[in-house]
């Protein structure tokens, strides 16, 4: 054990949730080891850096006043108490702390666990948690990562306090994952389907449809929603790390994807694993269907003939704790759901990967989170934003995630990419994303 890396930690309760927290502000922020007593005779008489928390001020180390959260079991309405801050910017469970306003620990977990989405809510039309229901969205931190800027302010304090104290950080991460929701938009459709895509256009009198749709399978034009070979193009040109998740539901309203044994699709999805990273896309259908989900999965499996770790939910259909129990169950290491599907921004006001703390059974999980806080879709419809002013409106986003050494990832899909009319624009968004991210 090196000394200069490592604190002794002292706190009348030891609990599930406190070294939770110590170890992903610590340990995988900062990079530093550390020891936990209850013992107060233990803590008085270690030489080395030390810490505090809890609330009876101890000499000779750092002290933080601890809010009761932390020491708590189970789910509860708390007070919050926003408050602002020059260093901290926001900040709410307020406590005595000589040099810290707050119980950073506590408000952090409260944060980053999405304790907030544990309590009753008002749903959106998908029965899913709104942005406008977060603190960040109320409070107007939605776009800042503010548990980073707690943790960097918080930094400063122990280096004023233990000035060779040894922290480390980690390296800043980029990774372009790429939905596809609906590989073609006429290719391998099958007969039923194309049968009414030509009805439909007819009753519509959609002369450009038909004419297209024709074009297209008679191989004579290529699919507007063939994108693949400028997204491998790009990938390669820049060295990306890719993770392609893919909709292999049943067909539905909100699942339009491709029969997962069409072949012409099952081919594409071998080609783009020989390049990338794969991972499940769970359907609108499988919400609260564990055995849905599990089926998708083997499908994947399948096809690709390797085991599937990777995870998004289709419509962000993510729900506490159900969601996130399912995805552990069934073998689901990694998700990337943890983001807003009409908002760009932080939704556990973090950006960094860190595992589930699952509140109902008070544990640390296996199960790791990748935030996302870009895409292109919310940058379109919710920001407004056009290709000329593109890279005005998302580098504050990326410049956040890079200043404090996080994992940007950003949310792409193959039909924004291709030809198709409504994005004709925005081909050449991509590549103007991934240079800002790189950079």
Same mark, same amino acid.
């Given at each position: 054990?090196?000394?200069?890396?490592?604190?002794?930690?002292?706190?009348?309760?030891?609990?599930?949730?406190?070294?939770?927290?110590?170890?992903?502000?610590?340990?995988?922020?900062?990079?530093?080891?550390?020891?936990?007593?209850?013992?107060?005779?233990?803590? =008085?008489?270690?030489?080395?850096? =030390?810490?505090?928390?809890?609330?009876?001020?101890?000499?000779?180390?750092?002290?933080?006043?601890?809010?009761?959260?932390?020491?708590? /079991?189970?789910?509860?309405?708390?007070?919050?108490?926003?408050?602002?801050?020059?260093?901290?910017?926001?900040?709410?469970? =307020?406590?005595?702390?000589?040099?810290?306003?707050?119980?950073?620990?506590?408000?952090?977990?409260?944060?980053?666990?999405?304790?907030?989405?544990?309590?009753?809510?008002?749903?959106?039309?998908?029965?899913?948690? @709104?942005?406008?229901?977060?603190?960040?969205?109320?409070?107007?931190?939605?776009?800042?990562?503010?548990?980073?800027? %707690?943790?960097?302010?918080?930094?400063?304090?122990?280096?004023?306090?233990?000035?060779?104290?040894?922290?480390?950080?980690?390296?800043?991460?980029? *990774?372009?994952?790429?939905?596809?929701?609906?590989?073609?938009?006429?290719?391998? =459709?099958? *007969?039923?389907?194309?049968?009414?895509?030509?009805?439909?256009?007819?009753?519509?009198?959609?002369?450009?449809?038909?004419?297209?749709?024709?074009?297209?399978?008679?191989?004579?034009?290529?699919?507007?929603?063939? /994108?693949?070979?400028?997204?491998?193009?790009?990938?390669?040109?820049?060295?990306? &790390?890719?993770?392609?998740?893919?909709?292999?539901?049943?067909?539905?309203? #909100?699942?339009?994807?491709?029969? /997962?044994?069409?072949?012409?699709?099952?081919?594409?999805?071998?080609?783009?694993?020989?390049?990338?990273?794969?991972?499940?896309?769970?359907?609108?259908?499988?919400?609260?269907?564990?055995?849905?989900?599990? *089926?998708?999965?083997?499908?994947?499996?399948?096809?690709?003939?390797?085991?599937?770790?990777?995870?998004?939910?289709?419509?962000?259909?993510?729900?506490?704790?159900?969601?996130? $129990?399912?995805?552990? @169950?069934?073998?689901?290491? #990694?998700?990337?759901?943890?983001?807003?599907?009409?908002?760009?921004?932080?939704?556990?006001?973090?950006?960094?990967?860190?595992? %589930?703390?699952?509140?109902?059974?008070?544990? @640390?999980?296996?199960?790791?989170?990748?935030?996302?806080?870009?895409? @292109?879709?919310?940058?379109?419809?919710?920001?407004?934003? /056009?290709?000329?002013?593109?890279?005005?409106? $998302?580098?504050?986003?990326?410049?956040?995630?890079? &200043?404090?050494?996080?994992?940007?990832?950003?949310?792409?899909?193959?039909?924004?990419?291709?030809?198709?009319?409504? %994005?004709?624009? %925005?081909?050449?968004?991509?590549?103007?994303?991934?240079?800002? $991210?790189?950079?």
């Amino acid at each position: 054990m090196n000394p200069n890396t490592h604190i002794f930690i002292y706190t009348h309760k030891i609990t599930p949730r406190v070294k939770y927290t110590f170890n992903l502000i610590l340990k995988d922020c900062l990079g530093l080891e550390f020891t936990i007593t209850n013992n107060i005779d233990d803590y =008085k008489s270690f030489e080395g850096y =030390k810490l505090s928390y809890t609330n009876q001020e101890l000499e000779n180390g750092f002290h933080i006043a601890a809010h009761n959260l932390l020491f708590e /079991s189970g789910i509860r309405e708390q007070t919050i108490l926003m408050q602002n801050h020059d260093d901290y910017f926001k900040y709410f469970f =307020k406590t005595y702390n000589n040099g810290l306003p707050f119980d950073l620990f506590a408000a952090s977990f409260y944060l980053v666990s999405r304790y907030e989405e544990y309590l009753p809510f008002m749903p959106d039309a998908f029965n899913r948690f @709104e942005a406008q229901n977060s603190l960040a969205y109320q409070y107007d931190f939605l776009r800042i990562p503010l548990v980073n800027l %707690w943790i960097a302010e918080f930094e400063k304090l122990l280096g004023k306090k233990f000035p060779k104290l040894m922290i480390t950080h980690r390296e800043y991460n980029f *990774v372009s994952t790429l939905d596809i929701d609906n590989a073609y938009k006429y290719q391998e =459709k099958g *007969v039923m389907r194309s049968l009414g895509g030509y009805l439909k256009a007819l009753v519509e009198l959609d002369k450009a449809d038909l004419k297209q749709r024709t074009s297209v399978l008679l191989k004579k034009e290529k699919d507007p929603f063939d /994108s693949y070979d400028y997204q491998l193009e790009i990938q390669k040109k820049y060295k990306l &790390k890719v993770i392609y998740f893919f909709l292999l539901g049943d067909y539905g309203v #909100n699942d339009k994807n491709h029969p /997962s044994n069409n072949y012409g699709f099952q081919q594409l999805i071998k080609h783009l694993a020989d390049y990338a990273d794969t991972g499940i896309h769970p359907s609108f259908g499988s919400n609260g269907n564990p055995h849905q989900v599990k *089926v998708e999965i083997n499908r994947l499996a399948k096809i690709t003939h390797r085991e599937i770790f990777n995870s998004r939910q289709h419509f962000s259909m993510l729900k506490f704790p159900d969601t996130y $129990a399912t995805l552990l @169950e069934l073998g689901i290491t #990694n998700d990337y759901s943890m983001g807003y599907s009409t908002f760009n921004g932080f939704r556990a006001s973090f950006c960094m990967p860190f595992y %589930w703390y699952d509140l109902d059974d008070e544990l @640390e999980t296996g199960l790791k989170i990748h935030p996302f806080c870009l895409s @292109e879709t919310s940058l379109r419809y919710k920001d407004n934003a /056009s290709p000329e002013n593109i890279a005005e409106i $998302a580098r504050p986003i990326v410049d956040e995630v890079k &200043k404090y050494n996080g994992e940007l990832v950003t949310i792409f899909h193959n039909d924004t990419m291709g030809t198709a009319l409504e %994005w004709v624009d %925005w081909k050449n968004i991509y590549e103007e994303i991934v240079k800002i $991210a790189i950079k």
